[in-house]
């Protein structure tokens, strides 16, 4: 009886040091702070998800801007310090422009779907040694300026200065503004104390960070499509199970599914909350919103053939041939 009560302890220890060992929590870095308007929308729901799919056996512990700033976070992931990362391509558009030059790209998520374009990206942040788990594609008009007063007799923003990344490049040109660039963490100070005329930003986020209390303006049309790409570090892909990335690639079809089918609703919700707080919208003139489009696409194929003219050449014929890109 002894020697049964012993080999019962000593597998009950066994199957103990088993599960622990196969639970994991992953370390996902985010390029934004928690006031981020699109991570309850699409981080958030994939870290419940997989969490609930794996029965708790996968969790994830969350670091932003304050741990690695936002310029510099593709490495620290492609290198497995950190296994997960959510991002936007002008981020690290010095590494690669291939997520930044696809928002060029026209049509809704079933077209992107169908066109392989995920594969595509796939393949090449392979290359960086990461993997594309996830694509939240958006529906049209995602971008918009937020201004400290409204557009001149010309209808455009001649002589101003919009806080901008390296996206929006076509847009400034078209409107006759200039851009600088700054963190998030600065923009609400630049416009309070007019360093900034303006800030470039997706249609959803302002509010939470409160820039309706120093810059009363929204431009509009809105413009453009935004792809919220989640990657994981390649190796630690790898190394789970195909039952595990089964689960993680399930969870992002349904994440950017309920995105690209709720994204409409929340962003008319927030464009009526920051009216309600005293925001009002100006209109650029019907002369520049005519070639909105174009040089939104322009800027982004121009910007990123400048920075790696091979890989720009072939997606933008990848994208013609699909229909994605005129």
């Known amino acids: 009886m002894k020697k049964l009560l012993q080999l019962c302890t000593a597998f009950a220890l066994t199957a103990s040091f088993a599960a622990t060992a196969l639970a994991q929590e992953f370390r996902l870095l985010s390029g934004w702070d928690k006031n981020y308007a699109y991570s309850p929308a699409m981080v958030d729901p994939f870290m419940k998800g997989v969490q609930e799919g794996s029965k708790g056996r996968i969790t994830f512990k969350v670091s932003g801007p304050e741990t690695v ?16 990362l959510f991002t936007h391509g002008a981020y690290h558009f010095g590494t690669t422009p291939a997520m930044t030059v696809v928002e ?20 090449h942040y392979q290359r960086h ?11 049209p008009g995602a971008y918009n300026f937020l201004l400290r007063s409204p557009v001149n007799a010309q209808g455009d923003l001649a002589g101003r200065k919009i806080r ?6 076509g847009i400034i ?17 630049g416009l309070d104390k007019g360093l900034i005329d303006g800030t470039a930003w997706p249609v959803i986020g302002m ?3 409160r820039w309706n209390e120093v810059a009363k303006y929204l431009l509009r049309p809105s413009f453009g499509v935004n792809y919220q790409p989640l990657f994981m570090n390649l190796a630690a892909w790898n190394k789970l199970s195909k039952q595990d990335q089964e689960l993680m690639s399930s969870v992002a079809r349904q994440v950017e599914d309920a995105w690209y089918k709720n994204a409409n609703a929340l962003w008319a ?15 650029m003139g019907d002369a520049h919103a005519a070639k909105l489009q174009a040089a939104w696409a322009s800027g982004l194929l121009d910007a990123s053939a400048a920075k790696d003219a091979k890989f720009t050449a072939e997606i933008r014929k990848f994208g013609t041939e699909k229909g994605l890109l005129k």
Request: charged share 20%; net charge negative.
């Open 269 to 283: 919700d927030e464009e009526a909350k920051l009216k309600a707080k005293g925001m009002v919208v100006t209109k």
């Open 104 to 123: 060029a790209f026209n049509g809704d998520l079933a077209a992107v779907r169908a066109s392989g374009l995920f594969d595509v990206l796939d393949k």
């Open 207 to 209: 509010l939470d960070f």
């Open 69 to 84: 700033p936002p310029f510099e976070q593709l490495e620290p992931v492609s290198s497995g310090v950190f296994q997960f």
């Open 173 to 189: 040109k078209l409107l006759n503004a200039t851009s600088t660039v700054l963190p998030a963490s600065d923009v609400y100070t």
């Open 164 to 169: 901008a990344v390296s996206n929006y490049s």
């Open 129 to 139: 040694q990461l993997k594309l788990v996830m694509l939240p594609v958006s529906p």
